[in-house]
T-cell receptor
Framework: KQEVTQIPAALSVPEGENLVLNCSFT??????LQWFRQDPGKGLTSLLL?????REQTSGRLNASLDKSSGRSTLYIAASQPGDSATYLCAVNYGGSQGNLIFGKGTKLSVKP | GAGVSQSPSNKVTEKGKDVELRCDPISGHTALYWYRQSLGQGLEFLIYFQGNSAPDKSGLPSDRFSAERTGGSVSTLTIQRTQQEDSAVYLC?????????????FGPGTRLTVL
């Protein structure tokens, strides 16, 4: 069964800290992996998408890495801000006849001013 | 341009009633997905439409759930004889449909509460 796991489930850090969110997946034959942000009561906002052939993607203060062989991805957030507080979701696309994403349960991040 | 829109944003219904949830994807996106997010659970795939192909219904939890996509654009998710366990946020997403390069863009969701 293809499963995606995210740890920790929740994280609280003071403003300004660098932090890492972790995502692991059981089947390494992925098409791509996507990190999302979800604010309370809102939909999902795509942050970064990493193709299976890529090792990392960067956008501003965010950097996502992918290690297919070990079934892991990390989302690095530099110089965290209170506005970064949200739930971060990792999702894996295995392609094929389905294009659906398999999601982890997310990491709830709280950045304290 | 406009993003994915969903309506209604909130729906409260009584057990046993039927409900319809609507999704307007981004114009030009050929792929459309429905997901469900239950309290304490991760997002769960429900159904996938790609162009004019038959939909992939492998994620639908029961035969009370159905979905259609008219004219390759707007989609409706119908839940018949709703049960309390159907209470969740139903999210719709669309993408260009090229799979490997796709980013899925999500709507704000419909929060369904079954009393």
């Amino acid at each position: 069964k293809q499963e995606v796991t995210q740890i920790p489930a929740a994280l609280s850090v003071p403003e300004g800290e660098n932090l890492v969110l972790n995502c692991s997946f059981t089947d390494s034959a992925i098409y791509n992996l996507q990190w999302f942000r979800q604010d309370p009561g809102k939909g999902l906002t795509s942050l970064l998408l990493i193709q299976s052939s890529q090792r990392e993607q960067t956008s501003g203060r965010l950097n996502a890495s992918l290690d297919k062989s070990s079934g892991r991805s990390t989302l690095y957030i530099a110089a965290s801000q209170p506005g970064d507080s949200a739930t971060y979701l990792c999702a894996v696309n295995y392609g094929g006849s389905q294009g659906n994403l398999i999601f982890g349960k997310g990491t709830k991040l709280s950045v304290k001013p | 341009g406009a993003g994915v829109s969903q309506s209604p944003s909130n729906k409260v219904t009584e057990k046993g009633k039927d409900v319809e949830l609507r999704c307007d994807p981004i114009s030009g996106h050929t792929a459309l997905y429905w997901y469900r997010q239950s309290l304490g659970q991760g997002l769960e795939f429900l159904i996938y439409f790609q162009g004019n192909s038959a939909p992939d219904k492998s994620g639908l939890p029961s035969d009370r759930f159905s979905a259609e996509r008219t004219g390759g654009s707007v989609s409706t998710l119908t839940i018949q004889r709703t049960q309390q366990e159907d209470s969740a946020v139903y999210l719709c997403a669309s993408s260009l449909g090229q799979q490997s390069t796709d980013t899925q863009y999500f709507g704000p969701g419909t929060r369904l509460t079954v009393l």
